[in-house]
């Protein structure tokens, strides 16, 4: 039986990415790469968002990641587990980039004022320039491919001795597992690029694997839901009043003990909640779960379009710049996702679809 809460919790995640992300475009904390504060505020206490969801929505995508892969492998081989995440990941976030997303390349390029650069070197350079900046959101894939690659070997030496072991997992053993997620934020940082975090995300992958694809693991969290939901909440306000202002995407704060703690509690929390309360499929449902892995894929280019023609203008309020970003990236989402699904080479080089349209996995 599928489980809809997974469905549910992963478009439910992408739709939060993609309001972060319109907040994020418009920061005031001085983070590179982005239009940046158009408010004339000196403080964007709205910036609160980013700093109340950002430690763990994406490690949450990654636990959820994680299942899925165990649901996957249950009824397929490995063989057919790295064919398919080749295709569905490695494809997009390669070939997509020269095919497509070098577009988003030149936006973000745009943005961080180095289209003076650009015209400084040879056409073919600039344009493999603009392709490698436009990998942005596709971090995500990437990793998770070299998650999905590492667990093969991984499960040929365990032959499932641990994933049985995992099924024992008890509500302190869950608690505790905060120790090493703080643990995995300190080591496989890249230094420049801070969102490839190999040990934080990596670890969510395998714990989504080994412990949270049991049944009776997600069955503790479902009854304990509620009083993790009131810990993750107090976490988030005390996060965000300790670093409000500070860079949250970048050391030291990413590997802080604060910052790992609101992370843990808030996924689990919300792993729980979405299995007591969202495991089910109706209309707007389906919908959301067809449309999340285009949503993912394209919406940051919806908001850097504006963040590049419309807000340097000053010509609107920026609550107005704000909304127009959001519809902006849901509707050019939207569009492509539906244009470039049909397009046969595109949609398997963009998209990572061979055939038929499916939902992210």
């Known amino acids: 039986m599928r489980k809809y809460y997974l469905d549910n919790i992963r478009w439910i995640t992408v739709v939060i990415v993609v309001v972060y992300h319109v907040f994020y475009m418009y920061n005031g ?16 206490y709205w910036d609160i968002f980013q700093y109340l969801t950002f430690p763990w929505f994406m490690f949450l995508l990654f636990v959820v990641s994680g299942i899925s892969s165990k649901l996957y492998l249950k ?4 063989k057919e587990f790295f064919k398919s995440r080749t295709t569905k990941l490695l494809v997009p976030s390669t070939i ?3 095919a497509f997303q070098f577009i988003q390349g030149y936006y973000n390029t745009r943005l961080s004022n180095a289209m003076n650069m650009l015209k400084t070197v040879p056409v073919p350079v600039a344009f493999l320039i603009m392709a490698v900046s436009g990998i942005g959101v596709l971090w995500y894939i990437q990793l998770l491919w070299v998650f999905s690659v590492v667990l093969i070997p991984i499960r040929r030496l365990e032959k499932d001795r641990l994933w049985k072991l995992a099924k024992r997992t008890n509500i302190i053993v869950i608690i505790l597992m905060a120790v090493p997620v703080f643990g995995a934020a300190q080591i496989l940082n890249t230094p420049i690029i801070c969102v490839y975090r190999f040990g934080y995300y990596g670890l969510a992958f395998l714990l989504g694997y080994f412990v949270f694809s049991h049944d009776e693991v997600v069955d503790i969290l479902k009854r304990n839901a509620l009083w993790l939901t009131i810990v993750a909440v107090i976490l988030a306000i005390t996060f965000s009043i300790v670093y409000l202002g500070d860079n949250y995407a970048d050391a030291p704060v990413f590997k802080t003990p604060l910052f790992t703690l609101f992370g843990w509690f808030a996924s689990i929390a919300f792993l729980g909640m979405g299995a007591r309360y969202l495991d089910f499929t109706n209309s ?8 999340s892995w285009g949503l993912y894929i394209f919406h940051y280019l919806g908001i850097s379009i504006i963040a590049a023609y419309i807000a340097p203008k000053d010509i609107l309020p920026f609550p107005v710049v704000y909304l127009i970003s959001l519809i902006s990236a849901v509707v050019i989402a939207y569009l492509l996702y539906e244009l470039i699904s049909r397009l046969p080479f595109f949609r398997w080089a963009v998209l990572g679809i061979k055939k038929a349209r499916r939902s992210d996995v």
Do not use: C, K, W
Not at 284 to 291: A, E, G, L, P
């Open 96 to 98: 997509g980039l020269f």
């Open 75 to 78: 009824t397929h081989t490995d």
């Open 284 to 291: 707007i449902t389906s919908v959301m779960t067809r449309y």
């Open 29 to 44: 904390e001085g983070i590179p790469g982005v239009a940046g504060n158009i408010s004339g505020f000196e403080v964007q």
